[in-house]
């Protein structure tokens, strides 16, 4: 690899108008005393606000901000795996528009990567701007995370990181609909390490998770990388069966004893509302998983590019001809 290797940035914008010129006031000297070649890929994920008429003003200025519009709202997810297939350098750094990821720690990323890493995350070392629940959330989804899954996920790490090209290149191959970037960060290996940073406050507009949205963002996560909520029934479906066969031995005793008594309605109506409840829970994950089957299986684009300024050539996503490749014309 090169010593002086060229630099992507990646960053997703969404309603982030009143970001777009503190972001690059504050980002430019960094790349600038770096002394490299780089090019910053900003996705403008549908905003709703003039984000995009900012970015292609910024783009005028400085050919090496390109700008990607995507043709709706895809969410940072897909917004990002947008800016990874697009993104041409060496190295390549996802980072948020709002500052809470701060440039300045992009020369130590490079320092590391120097030293031989392909993969180097950033470790928030606190949280701002968040109540005690919203941690006590966060370590809960962890701490399932890392019991259900396969890989671990590195604490306290969000999408600011450096990528090597070649782990860029494994994920632009990954098919998968489902992107769950921190996930997917971790599962693909590679020699990884971490460096500590200080998130800071949103600079402007405020952060669009709501509870639910993140609620929901974790179920999808472990389930994209994990099959144990559909295979932890069985478990259940066996102890439960247990129990059953137990108090069936209990009652024919009971019966066979004191003979029949008609009081027992309590007893019926828990156990039939209790197994019709895992019963319909448990159909709920298999449809869940059954709903993931089908949207891959349709295998939609990731995303959709509007326009374009100053990025050539087709996004480097998958080729497989019988899948839609996010190529437009
Ligand atoms: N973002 C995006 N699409 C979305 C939501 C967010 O591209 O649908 C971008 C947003 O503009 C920001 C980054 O993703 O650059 C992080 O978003 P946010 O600050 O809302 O999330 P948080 O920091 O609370 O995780
Ligand atoms: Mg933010």
């Known amino acids: 690899m090169t010593a002086v290797p ?60 390109k700008v990607l519009g995507l043709s709706r709202n895809f969410g940072k997810e897909r917004a990002l795996s947008a800016g990874l297939a ?11 528009a709002d500052l809470q990821h701060p440039p300045e720690v992009i020369p130590e990323m490079l320092a590391k990567w120097r ?16 109540g005690v629940i919203g941690r006590l959330q966060a370590k809960a989804f962890y701490w399932l995370f890392d019991k259900l899954s396969e890989v671990p996920l590195p604490r306290e790490v969000g999408d600011f990181r450096l990528l090597d090209r070649k782990v860029v290149d494994v994920i632009n191959a990954m ?40 609620i929901a963002f974790a179920f999808e996560g472990l389930v994209a990388f994990s099959d144990y909520p559909l295979r932890v029934w069985a478990l259940i479906g066996s102890v439960i069966s247990g129990f059953a066969f137990f108090y069936i031995v209990v009652r024919l005793v009971r019966t066979m004893v004191y003979g029949i008594d008609v009081p027992g309605y309590e007893s019926i109506i828990v ?19 059954l709903g993931r089957v089908f949207n891959e299986v349709k295998g939609r684009p990731l995303f959709i590019v509007r326009e374009k300024y100053g990025i050539d050539g087709a996004p480097a996503v998958s080729t497989d001809p019988d899948r839609v490749s996010a190529r437009l014309p």
């Not at 030293?115 to 968040?130: I, L, N, S």
């Not at 460096?195 to 639910?212: A, K, V």
Request: charged share 25%.
């Open 86 to 96: 697009h993104a041409t350098g060496d190295v390549v750094i996802p980072i948020d």
């Open 175 to 214: 098919p998968e609909r489902t992107r769950f970037m921190k996930g997917i960060f971790a599962w693909v290996g590679f020699r990884q390490t971490g460096i500590p940073y200080t998130q800071e406050e949103r600079q402007f507009g405020h952060s669009s998770w709501g509870l639910m949205k993140l």
């Open 271 to 289: 156990t039939i509302l209790f197994l019709g409840g895992v019963q319909l829970i448990t159909l709920g994950i298999l449809g869940h998983y």
């Open 6 to 65: 060229r630099l992507s940035i990646v960053v997703p914008f969404f309603n982030e108008a009143l970001n777009v010129d503190v972001f690059f006031d504050r980002l430019l000297p960094v790349l600038d005393s770096l002394q490299l070649d780089w090019e910053a890929v900003c996705i403008d994920d549908g905003s709703r606000d003039d984000t995009m008429t900012r970015l292609i003003d910024r783009h005028r200025l400085d050919g090496r901000i």
């Open 115 to 130: 030293e031989g890493y392909d993969v180097v995350y950033a470790v928030r070392q606190q949280r701002t701007g968040q």
